[in-house]
């Protein structure tokens, strides 16, 4: 293993210690390309289902902090044990249950990873690989998992909303329904969740549903990106 290891582009010298010059290339090239992804990110769901934007605008903080600890623990076993352990203790207050989000995630880490190496070229292809794919996406329906007659609805209200309750609901009168998103703050909260095989024209039923449930303050809001239609 350590000699697959020794065949990687190495960013420290005879001393052990960092190469400053080569380091500073790696975090720029890490920047730009958490810019990049972050562009990437809002193209592949600029028409199809709503995003997460606080994930994408954190790649151009998240690629070059990732970097970093890649560089720094590449070539030391003890430090790479004690990242487990630091990193066992984090936890986000709001799970990502999207698993496309979570895909952008793991491919932040791999081109930071690519970066942390200097393997550009992979990096290059990763980037153009996820570009290409975006773009048919946006152009050609059938790509599209959101087309087949699904609505997205989005709740958003002042006071907390019960996903489970919600859910459960919806559940009665509709198949399939499916959380996308949950979010809340101290004073905001925000549910978006989708549900499979349905038209426009179901959208006063599905309301009334709803309605039966939640505060009236709550605001909602219907989606249907098969026909780019919003209520």
Do not use: W
């Amino acid at each position: 293993m350590f000699e697959e290891l020794s065949k990687l582009p190495s960013l420290y010298g005879a001393g052990g210690e960092v190469q400053l010059g080569k380091y500073i290339v790696s975090i720029l090239v890490s920047m730009f390309a958490g810019y990049v992804l972050s562009q990437i990110y809002r193209l592949y769901f600029s028409r199809h289902a709503p995003a997460d934007y606080g994930i994408g605008n954190s790649f151009l903080l998240m690629m070059p902090a990732v970097t970093s600890i890649f560089i720094v623990i590449q070539y030391s076993l003890p430090l790479s044990l004690g990242l487990l352990g630091a990193l066992s203790f984090v936890r986000f207050r709001t799970p990502i249950k999207r698993a496309e989000d979570i895909s952008f995630i793991l491919l932040a880490i791999s081109i930071s990873l690519c970066c942390a190496v200097q393997y550009f070229h992979v990096a290059l292809f990763l980037i153009l690989l996820v570009t290409a794919y975006s773009v048919l996406r946006k152009k050609f329906s059938f790509l599209d998992v959101f087309s087949k007659g699904t609505v997205l609805v989005t709740l958003h209200d002042q006071q907390e909303i019960d996903v489970d309750d919600v859910i459960s609901t919806v559940s009665k009168q509709f198949s399939n329904p499916s959380v996308v998103s949950s979010q809340s703050t101290d004073s905001y909260y925000s549910l978006v969740f989708s549900i499979e095989g349905q038209s426009d024209n179901a959208h006063a039923a599905l309301i009334a549903a709803l309605r039966e449930r939640l505060n009236p303050t709550t605001n909602i809001d219907l989606f249907y990106p098969g026909n780019e239609l919003s209520i």
